[in-house]
C-alpha cells in the first residue's frame, strides 16, 4: 500500500503524509470514502484507488489521494476477476487505515450496479457487498458511489 500515492494534483505523497491527513479529517468528525476502478489498455489493466476525505467540520469541498497500479492484463479474463479485485483493493487499503486509524470512519464504494439491474456487474452484486461488509465497512453501490464511479475513474484511464 505504500508506493504511488498522489495527493488530488498529482504530487507524489508518503503515506505518512496521507495518514497524519486522514487523522485530522477524523478528529474533525470527517468521513473516509474509498473507491476503485480499473481500465483496460492494450495488454495491461490499470486499478486506481482514491481515498476521499469529506464531510468534516469546517470543510469546504473534498480532499482525495489515489494511487494508478498496472497488471497484466491476461491476470484478469474476465469481469467478475476485474471487478474482485477493485474491491479487495479497497478492502486492503480501508483495513490498513482502520489498523492505523482505529475510529476512522470509512465507507466503500463498490462500481457495480444493483442487483435487480440488468447490467454486468449486476450479477456480482450482492456479492460484493457482502464481502466488503463481512471485512467490517459500510459499502455503497452505483448510482451512489461516487469515490470509484467519478474520482477513481478519472485516475484510471
Not at 16 to 42: M, Q, V, W
Not at 43 to 55: D, E, M, P
Not at 123 to 150: H, L, N, R
Request: contains cysteine; hydrophobic residues 30%; positive net charge.
Amino acid at each position: 500500500m505504500d508506493k504511488g500515492w498522489r495527493s488530488g494534483n498529482g504530487t507524489p505523497l508518503s503515506l505518512t503524509d496521507i495518514f497524519e491527513a486522514l487523522k485530522a479529517h477524523g478528529e474533525a468528525n470527517g468521513r473516509i470514502y474509498i473507491g476503485t476502478d480499473s481500465y483496460i489498455e492494450k495488454n495491461k489493466c490499470a486499478f486506481a484507488t482514491a481515498i476521499c476525505l469529506h464531510g468534516a467540520e469546517g470543510q469546504r469541498g473534498g480532499k482525495y489521494f489515489f494511487r494508478k497500479v498496472y497488471y497484466k492484463r491476461q491476470n484478469f479474463p474476465s469481469l467478475v476477476q476485474r471487478i474482485l479485485r477493485e474491491v479487495h483493493d479497497s478492502i486492503e487499503i480501508a483495513l490498513n487505515i482502520s489498523e492505523h486509524i482505529p475510529t476512522a470512519r470509512i465507507e466503500l464504494h463498490l462500481d457495480v450496479s444493483p442487483s435487480h439491474k440488468n447490467n454486468g456487474t449486476s450479477k456480482i452484486s450482492e456479492m460484493v457487498t457482502g464481502y466488503a461488509k463481512s471485512s467490517g465497512f459500510d459499502c455503497k453501490i452505483k448510482p451512489d458511489a461516487w469515490a470509484s464511479q467519478s474520482v477513481a475513474d478519472k485516475h484510471s484511464k
